[in-house]
């Protein structure tokens, strides 16, 4: 079995959620931030900034592990050869051919 399409699919995911989660904090200048604003909630202010910036750090932390095993795996799947290695090697003449004319006519020639 191939690990490699549910570590791709696990890492797709994980960038969704850290995009998410960054645009639901509060930014300094208060302009894009989501989750922003006054309430009574289920958290406080100070709690949901904790939460998010510990969820943010773990999901950029494994962002990180997934993008470096993907990149092990996809250099151990890879041939080693290189593209140009395939394409025969051929010399190219010295000088390019002329076109030759044809000896007789296609069509009748009138006189």
Do not use: C, W, Y
């Not at 200048?29 to 009574?40: D, E, F």
């Amino acid at each position: 079995m191939d690990v490699f399409p549910i570590i791709l699919v696990i890492h797709l995911l994980i960038a969704i959620g850290l995009v998410g989660v960054i645009l639901l904090q509060r930014s300094e200048g208060g302009a894009l931030g989501i989750g922003g604003g006054t309430g009574g909630g289920l958290m406080s202010g100070r709690a949901a900034g904790n939460l998010l910036t510990r969820t943010t750090g773990i999901l950029a932390t494994t962002f990180f592990v997934t993008s470096l095993v993907l990149a092990i795996i996809a250099n151990n799947r890879s041939t080693g050869s290189s593209p140009f290695d395939s394409v025969p090697a051929t010399a190219p003449s010295a000088a390019p051919k002329a076109p030759v004319a044809p000896s007789e006519p296609a069509a009748p020639l009138a006189r």
